[in-house]
């Protein structure tokens, strides 16, 4: 086990609303990250938090925006629900900014109808 | 064009036998490189990182080609076990931390 949970381990959602995914990362390490990952590709990069300010962005609109907390916990907030936002999302993290080892939870399954 | 693309398979193979998947990246200026394996609905896992001189930790090599831009894993005597899909990613020039992931190549190993 990595040590990273997310919660909810499934949510079904309908189009138009808003969804709230949470992470508790690996006691001690400062970085996460959020990835969504559509059925039989791999896992895309929505954006990162340091030390509970984002640290870089993937390709996702404004929609799709996050927190980090001081335990270092954080939060995936996704507005707007589009049908296409079906998909596992999946949060990683590490040690350091720098540390090339990411930790992946087990992710929260998405659906949206 | 995808900052890494692979071959999805699936590749189906006898138990015992040698299998090696590659991976293409668009980033030449990309620093670091690894190979994760993902079971069926379960997170991924990092399998092993990805050096210029090439690694190798059991049955698992895997080599890295700048001047091609690809990389590659070889997996010997493969057992049931190893079936699973495997990811190739390589991370940003200057973010460390941001993963880009292949589709990854579904590796099936029959009895």
């Known amino acids: 086990e990595t040590g990273v949970t997310q919660s909810p381990t499934h949510l079904i959602k309908t189009r138009g609303q808003q969804v709230t995914l949470r992470c508790s990362s690996q006691?001690?390490?400062?970085?996460v990250s959020w990835y969504q990952q559509a059925l039989g590709q791999g896992p895309q990069f929505i954006f990162q938090y340091y030390r509970e300010e984002e640290n870089g962005r993937g390709n996702f609109p404004p929609r799709f925006s996050g927190l980090q907390f001081p335990n270092y916990s954080s939060e995936l907030n996704v507005n707007a629900l589009e049908l296409d936002d079906s998909a596992l999302y999946l949060c990683a993290s590490s040690l350091e900014e720098g540390d090339e080892t990411q930790y992946f939870g087990p992710g929260t399954r998405l659906t949206v109808l | 064009r995808k900052e890494v693309e692979q071959d999805p398979g699936p590749f189906n193979v006898p138990e015992g036998a040698t299998v090696a998947f590659n991976c293409t990246y668009s980033?030449?200026?990309?620093?670091?490189f690894f190979w994760y394996r993902q079971d069926c609905r379960k997170e991924p896992k990092l399998l092993m990182s990805?050096?210029?001189s090439g690694n190798e930790d059991g049955r698992f090599t895997a080599q890295l080609n700048r001047a091609s831009q690809y990389i590659s894993l070889l997996i010997r005597d493969s057992k049931l076990s190893d079936s699973a899909t495997y990811l190739c990613v390589v991370t940003g020039e200057y973010n460390f931390n941001k993963f880009y992931f292949g589709s990854g190549t579904k590796l099936n190993v029959k009895p």
């Open positions: 006691s001690g390490h400062n970085t």
């Open positions: 980033n030449s200026a990309s620093q670091s």
């Open positions: 990805v050096y210029s």
